[in-house]
């Protein structure tokens, strides 16, 4: 993958300010660390910076077709490549180079905007036509590539730029860094940003399956290029009419024909491929997939992160022993966080909750200092096979809201979150986040247990301003939601928001980009996805415990059965180091109380100091359970927040250095 970045005059007309994209190219160095490219005419500039990967000696862009009057940067990979191109020289375009970005410029002559029924990938892109003076800013499917976008006045002139990361938007020196409190609503709502809101102001992320496209001209408005529009959302069959697989031999057949096709793709390319290897069922049959597409053993790489009961290496190892493969392991422990959690914030661009991303971020650093760019993930299969703990919730706890016109199951979670000293939301919100979802769904019995902590960390004007406005309102939700089986409103959310907003956003791209490394996702494959999303509930979870059903029959097939079969384990870093009890004492930790402290807290003005004292009080003392685990997760992101302030806002929280774009 690359970096992208650039900006248009709306009308078409003024020359781009002299060196502002070079310094957003520049800002996103890493992204693309082997080579630039640069195209500049009347009213627009784009910029690349490139991670060759395929057509290594002659795929620099920006790229145009054959006559020069279609040009594209692009971010990711086509990987039906090899197939597409020799279709559209039977058409009569002619090639110039043997890289994947070519296909674009030529797709958008055949097709237009059909174009997106033909691009097959993870890709984020931007293709201007000199002809027409249209321009095109497109995201894939499953929002495996960010981009992110803003408009701004300058002398007069309005000005849309967009990057491939935000910290090139602020490079420019135009774009003003200013918080978004919709923003940390959904972090703490979701514990992800699933866009098209971020945590800064007036800054935009296209939404996956969807695109922007405008003419430059003096009649063309903000709002006109702004609007995003769909060619691809998450959905699911009607309800009752989802393939019930009677025959079990040919649906399991079936997923493992598509997912290994999947698998070989993404082999696909001019360097080497490793692979990522926990000790769960995904990343095993990847890994055990890529081993028989190559033919031989593919090089693994594996964080072991220490704290008790969090650790898969040992189970890793013993998978990688099996398939033969040459395994690296990588440890991540509490002064590993503490250290490090700093630049996590910086790589991702907003407050990330989830500590396991740091172990990902050492991941990819050891890819990338082991002489690798490109590595396999087996990311992707929990949202769409239903492998999270919140659908086996809710087969067990369901029940409670399926009696009309009682309000048993708000009850019973009141009084759980009182025994447990958790704050709760009053009826009419819990009424109307069950009636916006389409009814009762498992995947609020555990986010909304953790965004109780709006209630109990946030203050003043930043309280009242994130409790008036109901993150899911941002989202625009399915209108198909109703016509769905239960089950699959449930996996909605977890394709939608939690896919593109935490996994995609703060474990993948910005991760492995951060250190040059492009990852590779075979059960996001269009066609994985379509046959996930087409088979009945119960070929992914099999009664209460046996989840992703299809894939773990498939995986026997692969592997030794304790694997197939293996429980899921939430991969989760140690969050009890921001506690009051490693207070002055812990490694590379000084930076933790010095943005938790009383006169930190009152410069941002987002939390309660009060409140965040009692936490950090209460998390020194013992204990375990869904109550502790979510004032964790609250303190977490109490610290996130102010640690991305202090980084990105120049808020001074702290001794560490802010983010120098």
């Given at each position: 993958m690359c970096g992208i970045a650039g900006m248009f005059d709306l009308s078409g007309q003024r020359e781009a300010p002299v060196g502002v994209v070079p310094a957003m190219a520049q800002a996103i160095y890493h992204r693309g660390p082997d080579e630039d490219g640069f195209l500049e005419r009347p009213g627009l500039h784009l910029a690349n910076r490139r991670l060759s990967i395929v057509g290594l000696a002659d795929g620099k862009q920006p790229i145009s077709n054959e006559d020069r009057t279609v040009w594209t940067v692009f971010n990711g990979e086509l990987y039906d490549y090899p197939e597409k191109k020799p279709q559209l020289e039977a058409k009569g375009h002619v090639f110039r180079t043997h890289t994947d970005t070519e296909l674009l410029p030529h797709l958008w002559e055949e097709y237009r905007e059909k174009m997106f029924e033909q691009v097959r990938g993870q890709f984020a892109y931007c293709i201007w036509d000199s002809r027409t003076n249209e321009v095109v800013l497109a995201r894939d499917r499953a929002g495996i590539c960010p981009l992110f976008y803003t408009v701004v006045k300058r002398d007069g002139t309005t000005w849309l730029l967009f990057a491939s990361e935000m910290k090139a938007l602020f490079a420019s020196g135009m774009v003003e860094r200013k918080a978004d409190l919709q923003g940390l609503n959904h972090v703490f709502s979701f514990f992800a940003m699933p866009g098209?809101?971020?945590?800064?102001?007036?800054?935009?992320?296209?939404?996956?399956?969807?695109?922007?496209?405008?003419?430059?001209?003096?009649?063309?408005?903000?709002?006109?290029?702004?609007?995003?529009?769909?060619?691809?959302?998450?959905?699911?069959?009607?309800?009752?009419?989802?393939?019930?697989?009677?025959?079990?031999?040919?649906?399991?057949?079936?997923?493992?024909?598509?997912?290994?096709?999947?698998?070989?793709?993404?082999?696909?390319?001019?360097?080497?491929?490793?692979?990522?290897?926990?000790?769960?069922?995904?990343?095993?049959?990847?890994?055990?997939m890529a081993n028989k597409a190559l033919g031989r053993p593919i090089p693994t790489f594996t964080v072991s992160v220490k704290s008790k009961g969090m650790d898969e290496a040992s189970e890793a190892l013993q998978t990688a022993r099996h398939l033969g493969c040459d395994p690296v392991v990588v440890d991540c422990g509490h002064d590993t966080l503490r250290t490090g959690y700093p630049e996590l914030i910086r790589a991702a661009e907003f407050p990330v909750v989830d500590t396991s991303c740091l172990g990902l971020l050492h991941l990819a650093r050891s890819v990338h200092q082991h002489g690798y760019k490109v590595v396999l993930t087996g990311e992707g299969a929990d949202e769409w096979l239903g492998g999270y703990s919140w659908f086996k919730i809710n087969k067990l706890a369901g029940w409670a809201d399926k009696i009309p016109g009682v309000p048993l199951g708000y009850a019973l979670r009141k009084l759980f979150l009182a025994a447990t000293g958790t704050p709760s939301f009053p009826y009419s919100a819990y009424r109307r986040t069950q009636r916006d979802m389409g009814g009762h769904n498992g995947w609020t019995d555990l986010y909304g247990v953790m965004s109780t902590n709006k209630l109990r960390f946030f203050a003043g004007a930043a309280r009242d301003t994130i409790l008036g406005r109901p993150a899911l309102d941002d989202v625009e939700l399915s209108p198909d939601l109703n016509r769905w089986h239960p089950f699959h409103r449930q996996m909605y959310f977890g394709a939608r928001i939690m896919l593109p907003g935490h996994l995609l956003a703060s474990k993948g791209d910005r991760i492995g980009m951060h250190s040059s490394v492009e990852g590779r996702y075979a059960f996001l494959d269009e066609d994985v996805v379509s046959y996930m999303a087409n088979l009945h509930p119960r070929w992914k979870l099999r009664g209460v415990m046996r989840d992703k059903f299809v894939e773990r029959l498939v995986a026997e097939r692969?592997?030794?059965?304790?694997?197939?079969?293996?429980?899921?384990?939430m991969f989760r870093a140690p969050m009890d180091t921001w506690s009051s009890a490693n207070r002055g004492t812990a490694p590379g930790g000084g930076w933790i109380d010095q943005v938790l402290s009383p006169e930190s807290l009152a410069r941002t003005g987002y939390f309660?100091?009060?409140?965040?004292?009692?936490?950090?009080?209460?998390?020194?003392?013992?204990?375990?359970?869904?109550?502790?685990?979510?004032?964790?997760?609250?303190?977490?992101?109490?610290?996130?927040?102010?640690?991305?302030?202090h980084l990105y806002l120049g808020g001074g929280l702290c001794d560490l250095p802010q983010s120098g774009q």
């Amino acid at each position: 993958m690359c970096g992208i970045a650039g900006m248009f005059d709306l009308s078409g007309q003024r020359e781009a300010p002299v060196g502002v994209v070079p310094a957003m190219a520049q800002a996103i160095y890493h992204r693309g660390p082997d080579e630039d490219g640069f195209l500049e005419r009347p009213g627009l500039h784009l910029a690349n910076r490139r991670l060759s990967i395929v057509g290594l000696a002659d795929g620099k862009q920006p790229i145009s077709n054959e006559d020069r009057t279609v040009w594209t940067v692009f971010n990711g990979e086509l990987y039906d490549y090899p197939e597409k191109k020799p279709q559209l020289e039977a058409k009569g375009h002619v090639f110039r180079t043997h890289t994947d970005t070519e296909l674009l410029p030529h797709l958008w002559e055949e097709y237009r905007e059909k174009m997106f029924e033909q691009v097959r990938g993870q890709f984020a892109y931007c293709i201007w036509d000199s002809r027409t003076n249209e321009v095109v800013l497109a995201r894939d499917r499953a929002g495996i590539c960010p981009l992110f976008y803003t408009v701004v006045k300058r002398d007069g002139t309005t000005w849309l730029l967009f990057a491939s990361e935000m910290k090139a938007l602020f490079a420019s020196g135009m774009v003003e860094r200013k918080a978004d409190l919709q923003g940390l609503n959904h972090v703490f709502s979701f514990f992800a940003m699933p866009g098209p809101t971020t945590v800064f102001d007036g800054i935009k992320c296209l939404v996956p399956g969807r695109y922007l496209h405008f003419k430059l001209g003096s009649e063309t408005t903000a709002e006109q290029a702004t609007t995003q529009k769909t060619y691809w959302q998450v959905t699911y069959p009607d309800n009752g009419h989802e393939d019930y697989g009677a025959d079990e031999k040919k649906v399991v057949d079936g997923f493992e024909q598509v997912l290994f096709q999947a698998v070989q793709r993404r082999l696909r390319a001019d360097v080497p491929v490793v692979s990522y290897l926990s000790g769960g069922v995904d990343s095993s049959l990847i890994v055990a997939m890529a081993n028989k597409a190559l033919g031989r053993p593919i090089p693994t790489f594996t964080v072991s992160v220490k704290s008790k009961g969090m650790d898969e290496a040992s189970e890793a190892l013993q998978t990688a022993r099996h398939l033969g493969c040459d395994p690296v392991v990588v440890d991540c422990g509490h002064d590993t966080l503490r250290t490090g959690y700093p630049e996590l914030i910086r790589a991702a661009e907003f407050p990330v909750v989830d500590t396991s991303c740091l172990g990902l971020l050492h991941l990819a650093r050891s890819v990338h200092q082991h002489g690798y760019k490109v590595v396999l993930t087996g990311e992707g299969a929990d949202e769409w096979l239903g492998g999270y703990s919140w659908f086996k919730i809710n087969k067990l706890a369901g029940w409670a809201d399926k009696i009309p016109g009682v309000p048993l199951g708000y009850a019973l979670r009141k009084l759980f979150l009182a025994a447990t000293g958790t704050p709760s939301f009053p009826y009419s919100a819990y009424r109307r986040t069950q009636r916006d979802m389409g009814g009762h769904n498992g995947w609020t019995d555990l986010y909304g247990v953790m965004s109780t902590n709006k209630l109990r960390f946030f203050a003043g004007a930043a309280r009242d301003t994130i409790l008036g406005r109901p993150a899911l309102d941002d989202v625009e939700l399915s209108p198909d939601l109703n016509r769905w089986h239960p089950f699959h409103r449930q996996m909605y959310f977890g394709a939608r928001i939690m896919l593109p907003g935490h996994l995609l956003a703060s474990k993948g791209d910005r991760i492995g980009m951060h250190s040059s490394v492009e990852g590779r996702y075979a059960f996001l494959d269009e066609d994985v996805v379509s046959y996930m999303a087409n088979l009945h509930p119960r070929w992914k979870l099999r009664g209460v415990m046996r989840d992703k059903f299809v894939e773990r029959l498939v995986a026997e097939r692969w592997l030794p059965k304790e694997v197939a079969w293996r429980r899921k384990k939430m991969f989760r870093a140690p969050m009890d180091t921001w506690s009051s009890a490693n207070r002055g004492t812990a490694p590379g930790g000084g930076w933790i109380d010095q943005v938790l402290s009383p006169e930190s807290l009152a410069r941002t003005g987002y939390f309660d100091a009060a409140a965040v004292a009692r936490a950090r009080d209460q998390l020194s003392r013992p204990g375990r359970g869904l109550g502790r685990t979510s004032l964790e997760m609250g303190l977490t992101a109490v610290t996130a927040t102010q640690l991305w302030h202090h980084l990105y806002l120049g808020g001074g929280l702290c001794d560490l250095p802010q983010s120098g774009q």
